[in-house]
C-alpha cells in the first residue's frame, strides 16, 4: 500500500511530491479513519481524497455543494483517466440512469453528489447496496449556522455516521477559525476523529490596502502594471456598482463581464463559463460569485468595495493563485466605505449578540485595513498561526509606511465635531477645520468657531484620512440617517482630555507613493523577439484548441505551470515529456505529441537554449 498511493500521485497525476499533510492525509484514510482537513484554498484538498478513492475499494462519494465545482472536478479527473462522474439537479434524467448504472457495475473511482441529492431516499438506497471507498465532505463549513455559506442540508450529513458504519468520512475546509472547527466536528460526528492543518500561509499571493483617491485611475493604473490581459476579479458591494465598473472597464479596453444575482440565470451561467474557459477575462462581481470556482490562474483579486470580515476577505483573495504562481489581493478603501459598513452593522435587524459579533469582526477588518505593519502577520495571526515578523510579500513590507503622532490633529477633530453640534459630516467638519469660505459654514455661524481655520496646515487629503481612521477606531460614530453625522464616542473624551496619544498612519497622495514594482510573471502577449514568448504563447493557442474541441477550459488540460516547464525544459520525447509536472500517464498519450510537435515547431536554437531556461527562470 505505501508505494501505491505514491504510485497512483505520479501516474495518475503526474506530480512527483505530495504537499504538505496530503500524504499523511491519504495514508489515514486509505487506512479507513475518519478526519477533518483544514487546508488553504489551493493547498491540494482534493487529492486527499482523490486517491484514497483510487486506491481502496469501492465508489468514493463527494458531497460537494456547488455544480459548477462538480463539473470542474469531474471534467480535471475525466481528462487524468480516473472514472469519475457527478449526481446533481442539472443533469437529465438518462444521464441519471447512466451514472446509477455505472455505479451499480462498479465502474466509477468517484461519485461527486450535492448535499439534497445524496440525502434523498433514491440515492441513499442505491448507496447502501454498492461498495464505498469513503465519504469526503467538501466545503464543510457549510455545516456551520453562523459561516457565511450555510446550507441546510449539510445538517442532515450527520446521518451518514449511522447510515454507513466502517465507510470512512473525510471533512475538508479552508475556512479554519476555532469556532467553525468544533461546529464541524460537532455536528458531523467526528469527535475524536484527527484534525490535520496545514498552514494558511498562501506566499504566492501579494496583499496591498491602498487608500481611495479615484479608485478607477488606481485600480486601472495596477491592472496596467501588474496584470494586463490576465484574468482577475473585482469585487463590488453593489449591483450597480458592478454594472459601473463592468462597463468602464470594458471602455477602456479590458474584458470585463458582470454578475450578480440580479442578472437573469443564462447570462450569469454564460458570463461564469466564459471567466473560465478563456485566459483573459476580468469578472466584476458580487460576493454571490467565486464559491465553487476552481480557475486555478485567477492572477488577481480586487475589491472596490469592503469585504464583510476577515474571514469573508481571506476567502475571496484566497481565489487569487490556486496555481501557486504569483498573484495580487488588491484593495482600495476610504472614509465612505467605513462609514457604509458601520451603518450597515448598526441597523440590521440582527439580535444583540450577532451585532456585537458583526461589530467585532467589523473592527477586525478595519484594523487590517489601517495597519502599518504586515498585513500577511496580522492575518495569520487572526486565523491563530504564528508567523515572522515581516512576510516581505505585502505592500508594507515592500515600502514601509510611515506613522505619525496624530494627538493633537484627534483632538482638533474631535473637539470640531463637538463644536459643531454632532450634526454633520465629515466634509463640512473638514471645511470647518481648513476655514472654508463657503456660505453654508457662515449661515450656520461656524465661522465664529473656536475651532474655525485651526486646522490649515493639514490639507484635505490629509484630513480625510484622518477621520477615516478616527471612525475606523470608533474614536468617532457615525449616523447615516443623518447623512453620514459623526458624533463623539465614550472613546472620544481621553483623546480630547489628552489622556491617550493617536498614532496614525501617513497616507501619501498617489502621485508620491512608490510605484508599485514590476514583476516576472508570464506575460500577456509575445514578445516576438524572444523565442521563449513564442513557444509559451504557441503552447497556450494549442491547449486552447484542444480545450475548446473538448467543450472543456484550458487548465483542465494542463496548468500554466506545466506549460512553463515545457518551456524550460523543451521535452522532445513521450519519455521526456513524461517529467513534465501534471503530466501523468494518461495525458502523456492524450496529448503527448501535440505538445512536442509544438514544442519542434518552435525549437530554440541549441545554443540559445540554456540562456531561454535561465531567462525564464
Ligand atoms: P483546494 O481544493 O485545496 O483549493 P486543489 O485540490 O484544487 O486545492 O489543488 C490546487 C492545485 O494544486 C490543483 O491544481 C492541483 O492539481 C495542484 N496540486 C495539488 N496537489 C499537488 C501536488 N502534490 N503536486 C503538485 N500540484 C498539486
Ligand atoms: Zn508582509
Redesign the pocket.
Known amino acids: 500500500m505505501a508505494d501505491d498511493v505514491r504510485r497512483v500521485?505520479e501516474r495518475v497525476?503526474g506530480?512527483?511530491?505530495?504537499?504538505g499533510q496530503?500524504e499523511e492525509v491519504v495514508r489515514h484514510t486509505v487506512g479507513g479513519g475518519d478526519s477533518l482537513v483544514l487546508?488553504?484554498?489551493?493547498?491540494?484538498?482534493?487529492?486527499?481524497y482523490?486517491i484514497p478513492s483510487i486506491v481502496r475499494d469501492g465508489t468514493g462519494v463527494v458531497v460537494s455543494p456547488l455544480i459548477a465545482l462538480m463539473r470542474d472536478?469531474v471534467e480535471?479527473l475525466q481528462q487524468a483517466g480516473v472514472r469519475a462522474a457527478c449526481l446533481n439537479s442539472s443533469l437529465p434524467y438518462r444521464e441519471v440512469l447512466q451514472v446509477e448504472s455505472a455505479l451499480r457495475a462498479g465502474r466509477l473511482d468517484l461519485l461527486y453528489v450535492a448535499p439534497e441529492r445524496l440525502l434523498g431516499d433514491r440515492t441513499f438506497e442505491l448507496l447502501s447496496n454498492v461498495p464505498l471507498a469513503l465519504f469526503a465532505i467538501?466545503e464543510a463549513h457549510c455545516v456551520s449556522q453562523w459561516g457565511h455559506d450555510f446550507r441546510p442540508e449539510y445538517l442532515r450529513l450527520s446521518a451518514l455516521r449511522e447510515r454507513f458504519p466502517g465507510v470512512p468520512r473525510i471533512a475538508?475546509t479552508?475556512t479554519a477559525d476555532e469556532p467553525t472547527r468544533r461546529e464541524i466536528v460537532d455536528r458531523l460526528g467526528l469527535r475524536g476523529a484527527p484534525i490535520f492543518v496545514d498552514g494558511f500561509d498562501r506566499p504566492n499571493i501579494r496583499y496591498s490596502v491602498v487608500p481611495k483617491n479615484n479608485p478607477r485611475k488606481q485600480f486601472h493604473a495596477f491592472l496596467r502594471e501588474c496584470h494586463p490581459g490576465r484574468s482577475g476579479i473585482v469585487y463590488r458591494l453593489s449591483r450597480k456598482g458592478v454594472e459601473d465598473t463592468a462597463e468602464w472597464l470594458r471602455d477602456a479596453g479590458v474584458d470585463a463581464l458582470p454578475y450578480h444575482a440580479g442578472l437573469g440565470k443564462r447570462e450569469r451561467q454564460a458570463n461564469q463559463d466564459r471567466f473560465i474557459r478563456e485566459d483573459d477575462v476580468v469578472m466584476v462581481a458580487t460576493i454571490a460569485f467565486g464559491m465553487g470556482i476552481?480557475k486555478?490562474d485567477v492572477r488577481f483579486v480586487a475589491h472596490l468595495d469592503l469585504p464583510k470580515s476577515i474571514e469573508a476577505y481571506y476567502q475571496e483573495t484566497?481565489r487569487a493563485g490556486?496555481?501557486?504562481d504569483p498573484a495580487d489581493a488588491w484593495m482600495a478603501y476610504g472614509l465612505k466605505d467605513v462609514v457604509m459598513l458601520r451603518h450597515m452593522v448598526e441597523n440590521s435587524d440582527a439580535g444583540d449578540a450577532r451585532k456585537r459579533l458583526e461589530r467585532r469582526k467589523l473592527d477586525a477588518l478595519l484594523g487590517y485595513c489601517e495597519l502599518t505593519t504586515c498585513r500577511r502577520r496580522t492575518l495569520l495571526s487572526y486565523f491563530g498561526e504564528t508567523v515572522p515578523e515581516r512576510c516581505g510579500n505585502c505592500d508594507n513590507c515592500l515600502s514601509p509606511v510611515e506613522t505619525w503622532n496624530a494627538t493633537e490633529a484627534a483632538q482638533k477633530a474631535l473637539s470640531c465635531v463637538h463644536r459643531t453640534g454632532q450634526r454633520f459630516g465629515a466634509v463640512y467638519v473638514i471645511d470647518v477645520l481648513r476655514g472654508s469660505e463657503a456660505e453654508r459654514i457662515r449661515r450656520f455661524g461656524h465661522d465664529q468657531l473656536s475651532t474655525y481655520g485651526i486646522g490649515k496646515e493639514i490639507g484635505a487629503y490629509e484630513w480625510r484620512s484622518v477621520f477615516r481612521q478616527l471612525v475606523a477606531r470608533g474614536l468617532l460614530k457615525v449616523d447615516m440617517e443623518g447623512y453620514g453625522t459623526l458624533s463623539l464616542t465614550e472613546a472620544s473624551r481621553p483623546v480630547l482630555k489628552g489622556e491617550v496619544e493617536v498614532h496614525m498612519r501617513r497616507d501619501l497622495l498617489p502621485k508620491r507613493a512608490a510605484k508599485p514594482r514590476k514583476r516576472a510573471a508570464p506575460r500577456p502577449t509575445a514578445d516576438p523577439s524572444k523565442w521563449s514568448d513564442v513557444l509559451w504563447e504557441a503552447l497556450r493557442q494549442r491547449r486552447t484548441e484542444l480545450a475548446k474541441a473538448q467543450g472543456v477550459p484550458p487548465?483542465v488540460v494542463f496548468?500554466d505551470?506545466s506549460l512553463r516547464e515545457m518551456v524550460e525544459q523543451q521535452p522532445s520525447t513521450l519519455q521526456a515529456f513524461a517529467e513534465i509536472?501534471?503530466v501523468g500517464e494518461t495525458k502523456l498519450e492524450r496529448y503527448g505529441e501535440a505538445f512536442i510537435a509544438v514544442i519542434r515547431a518552435h525549437a530554440s536554437p541549441p545554443e540559445k537554449a540554456g540562456a531561454a531556461a535561465t531567462e525564464q527562470a
Do not use: I, N, V, W
Not at 506530480?15 to 504537499?19: G, L, N, P
Not at 487546508?39 to 486527499?48: F, H, I, R, V, Y
Open positions: 500521485l497525476f506530480y512527483a511530491e505530495f504537499r496530503q487546508m488553504p484554498t489551493g493547498g491540494g484538498k482534493s487529492l486527499c482523490q472536478q480535471s467538501d475538508l479552508a476552481d486555478p484566497g490556486r496555481d501557486g487548465y496548468h505551470a509536472s501534471g
